[in-house]
């Protein structure tokens, strides 16, 4: 089966740095990938649809310049949360599309996510 | 609009049946999705029912669709301790062809020994 990694699967910073957390699709490629943020026994909350080559789209009330999306190629996506704060503390979780499996002619593989803890 | 809701919580006796339910409010969802997340780790899908379908089993597991009621179901026969873990419903829309998927909030299976 497809496989999707993520990078790091936990992490923790400082007050005002930045983290980049890596999303690679193993064994096939990704035109598509999608980057959901996670609360403590709460639902995956979309943030943004990543588009290689292309800007990432972002979900309403997701601020684009705190969350840097870039999917400079078929197989990575990553995700910078600038000047992070506590607040930003949640669970990351990646997906990623591939196109011609599945009964809708695509299916979303998920990574195991990554554990941002700021401090 | 789109909304998914799922009841937090359910606890069986293992060897029991669970039944987790779910209700969508979108009628042009085109696929109906179950998936399962064990602790700290990402989604893992388990079945999916296309909307024009009433029921699918595969295995333990069957899902059950009432479009008139935008009701979905997942019931597992013989809950197993290693079935513990929180189950999403999801819904997707042919129409856009984004991929996109609406999750609800998820139901934590507790299965007691």
Redesign the interface.
């Given at each position: 089966g497809a496989v999707?990694s993520?990078h790091p699967s936990w992490v923790i910073c400082k007050s005002g740095t930045s983290v980049k957390i890596e999303c690679r699709s193993l064994d096939f490629q990704a035109t598509?990938m999608?980057w959901y943020r996670q609360f403590p026994?709460?639902?995956?909350m979309?943030m943004a649809?990543s588009n290689e080559g292309s800007k990432a789209t972002y979900e309403q009330g997701v601020e684009k310049d705190k969350f840097l999306i870039n999917h400079a190629s078929l197989t990575l996506s990553t995700l910078t949360v600038t000047s992070a704060h506590p607040e930003d503390s949640s669970f990351y979780?990646c997906?990623a599309?591939r196109w011609g499996s599945g009964?809708?002619g695509?299916?979303?593989y998920?990574?195991?996510?990554t554990?941002l803890t700021v401090t | 609009g789109e909304d998914v809701e799922q009841s937090?919580f359910l606890s069986v006796r293992e060897g029991d049946s669970s039944v987790i339910n779910c209700t969508y409010t979108d009628s042009s969802s085109?696929?109906l999705y179950w998936?399962k997340q064990e602790p700290?780790?990402?989604?893992?899908?388990l079945t999916?029912i296309?909307s024009n379908m009433d029921m699918k089993q595969d295995q333990r597991l069957t899902v059950l669709l009432n479009k008139k009621d935008k009701h979905l179901s997942l019931r597992i026969a013989d809950t197993q301790t290693g079935d513990s873990a929180i189950y999403?419903c999801a819904e997707?829309f042919?129409a856009s062809n984004?991929?996109?998927?609406?999750?609800?909030?998820?139901t934590?299976l507790q299965v007691k020994p």
């Open positions: 999707v993520q598509t999608f026994k709460q639902s995956l979309l649809t979780i997906s599309l009964a809708v695509y299916e979303q998920f990574g195991p996510g554990r | 937090l085109t696929y998936y700290g780790a990402g989604l893992q899908l999916y296309f999403f997707s042919m984004t991929g996109k998927l609406i999750f609800g909030q998820g934590t």
